[in-house]
């Protein structure tokens, strides 16, 4: 590389004030032009791989690069590879919520960057998070026993799979704390313990488990069946916990789902709690997609039995116009966490330690990593700049889409709705055509049907394999998402479905 | 609460055109108003504990709040709570950079707000992913066994602690491959396995190793002096491993540093790497804090053995323009991450799998979590905005400070720098008044200045405590520092000191 030139040496502030209040603003309006436009790309991207990495140059550029010629290589290289979560034409995975809120909150915790690993690092990451987590608390009407007032709490994580290893981790060593070691080795204990889950959690809990180090054949995967809404069983469940018990295993954590990843199927939380409480292990609800749906009080009935859960996560940046990283996470006992997670180096020793250490919370020993984003900041934005009125509207609205598309789906006898709608996730197919149909057909025809849809560009949905079903999953809840775009959704639908099933019907 | 009000329903767009082209612009100047006025808030913040959780409401609202509302409580009541460590007066810890062109590269990400999981979910942010990492490799010079175009490759984690987390679990899965299980009982092996560290590793090993479920009683933290300058010893390495191995313990992974957290001491890591290489250990290189100077010729020879690691990482979240989070992470064979990491659910299956799943990345199954943000857009910002020439500017600025300050220091016979300073943070202290001083009163006296210094809320400083010695650190790097800040601080220090010495004399 070239010599060092001195030129920049003079001037070079890279948060120098000009610069600062002027190149934002282009952003601002680059990003509302995107917004503008964002119907015109296609929701999927259409790139092949190795569009980006052979276009760039090799090497990082030796000089400054203005602005202007940044913006215009991602509207000309990255756009094109952006797969448009944004667009309201995204049915696929779960949603991710942006909003102009979550935006603004974004700004402020990346102008402020602090590190809040404890709270003296900077007070105010810490005491918002308490705040927000209290409101959100309050919303989901979760009970006290979750709240700061008794001997729970809520912290953010940057994922579900972070709540999962975390509280893993806590079960794992409350056990170990539980037991005489004297009595007991603690190596073999180790190896004996077993995680339960169905066959519809989410797949980060088994990778969790294998972080952390549960024995791989020591991870029960509970089988559900579609006459049952893939509910996990309660009895299903006891007859594998007690075969483990005989066998000398140790249950340690059960996990349970409110709106599971293919289906979004509700577990019955509060006798599957029960059974949990009766082997002495650890019961965590994951209501990542879900849970933002119960903050309004019709859908609240979902978290019945809530109440017999260990800990608790739902993931705002799904459904609650925060985007990616924020899944809350409540537990009944705080120090559960800090017992397995807590370290205390001489480095960040607080200074009036003897004045306050016993009152504070560092959150440093609520999660895995050290340092922290501020990011209550931004869920504070949103629930200040919606309010609760704005937030369930939002939610609401969502709902009736997916009971409008549900509707429509009911009066067309060639399709149907494979299990019956929570939230606002529809799960459909193209119905066997006749009674000999196999399923493998239809399958083949439904996997059609969706490529055919994705392929236009225009919407993007996923699937899912249940019981064998291959299923056409619609989750509606794109920030930009209304109801003519539910109504293009099924125009496209039937168009595409008469294409196949008269192609089908030449066929045969 | 109120029942719903009706009046919202019409009009909430929580992308509307109109808020998202306005809003943004009172943020950018909200905080173009607050670097303005930075320096005249104390740099540690002074509140009390409940200085918020008292203040705020104990509900989120329930209607909407105005835009201009909201930024007036972060005015009056956030920012007097939060540690500035965007402040030039900050030297605690190490910094925490921000810059204008990382604050674009956040607004971009936060605007597309995509969720990168496997390539399809977004292929532009797993392919500017690639090309960043192989960008910085090659600023870093570091050896192309490391590279794509080889076996290895890089990811962007959210911290340290995700990496060690990763690479840990990694190292094990490779170890119990290796072995027969037909031979061995993988479940003994598992508690048999030891890892290695010294006492000046960053402590978030220590806690990712209690995570990942090694055998507590089998973490060796080897003594390191301040004679041999903090660096961890290859033979008192080698007597401990030795041991272990007669010990029937199985050695798995060695975490090497090239600048520590207390003293930014560098292991030398040929020999180190060597000594791993001997017992097939994992080798980790964690660079966090002074990986960034390396990207400058002349410290380039601190990483140097690096080519014997496993793996290495750094953190550009520190010192290379770019906010939390950003830890990049190399390994020499990639698929020793997936092999520990991947996860194959039906709902990502890519649809034309048979065409590109074997060319393509999924980082999913690099990482702990499933959803990850599309961080590298903000370190192509950065990269493509400061261009290699800014960068090196960047560092090389502070260290020139650094320099200045400890030549200071050296011409003043009351101070010493207590360890050889390698990059910009300087480890000093009041030196020892005469000889019958005891290291406990050297010790309270220095305690005394930095709380002193810390007390004026003109700066912020944090200490050490390395072989019984409380070292005050001065971590020059915040992205506003300048000389004239270094030459403030030295004021300072003479001016406490004179104060704290004098009245020492008095007292004896």
Known sequence: MASFPVATTEFFNPLGHEEFRKQPHLVVDFL??????????????????????????????????????????????????????????FFAYFQSNGSTANFLGEMLLTGFNTVGFNWLAS?????????????????????????????????????????????????????????????????????????????????????????????????????????????????????????????????????????????????????????????????HVDAAYAGSACICPEFRHFLDGVEGATSFSFNPHKWLLTSLDCCCLWVKDRSDLTKALATDPELLKNYNENECSKQVVDYKDWQIALSRRFRSMKLWMVMKSYGVSGLREFIRRHVKMAQHFEALLFRDKRFEVVVPRNFATVCFRIAPLSESSTEEDVNRLNKKLLESLNGTGDVYMTHAVVENIFVIRVAIGATLTEEKHVNMLWDMVQKHANALLGSQELES
Not at 143 to 168: A, D, R, Y
């Open 123 to 283: 007070p105010a990451a810490t005491e918002l998070e308490i705040v927000v987590m209290e409101w959100l608390l309050k919303l989901l009407q979760l009970p006290k026993s979750f709240s700061f007032s008794s001997e729970g709490g809520g912290v953010i994580h940057g994922s579900t799979c972070e709540s999962f290893v975390c509280t893993l981790v806590s079960a794992r060593q409350k056990k170990l704390n539980q037991i005489d070691s004297s009595k007991r080795d603690s190596t073999n204990l180790g190896s004996n313990l077993v995680v339960y889950c169905s066959d519809q959690t989410h797949f980060s809990f088994q990778k969790a488990s294998q972080i952390v180090g549960i024995n791989p054949n020591n991870v029960r995967v509970v089988q559900t069946t579609k006459s049952m809404n893939f509910q996990l069983c309660p009895n299903a469940l006891l007859k594998v916990i007690k075969a483990d018990v005989r066998a000398g295993l140790v249950p340690l954590y059960l996990c349970l789902t409110v709106g599971t990843t293919p289906t979004t199927a509700v577990d019955p939380l509060g006798i599957l709690c029960e059974v949990a409480k009766q082997f002495d292990m650890w019961a």
């Open 32 to 89: 509302a032009d995107y917004y503008k436009n964002i119907e015109k790309y296609p929701v999927c991207s259409q790139v092949k791989p190795g569009f980006l990495t052979e276009t760039m140059l090799d090497s990082p550029p030796f000089q400054p690069q203005p602005l202007e010629a940044i913006l215009q290589d991602v509207q000309n290289h990255i756009i094109p590879g952006i797969t448009h979560w944004q667009s309201p034409g």
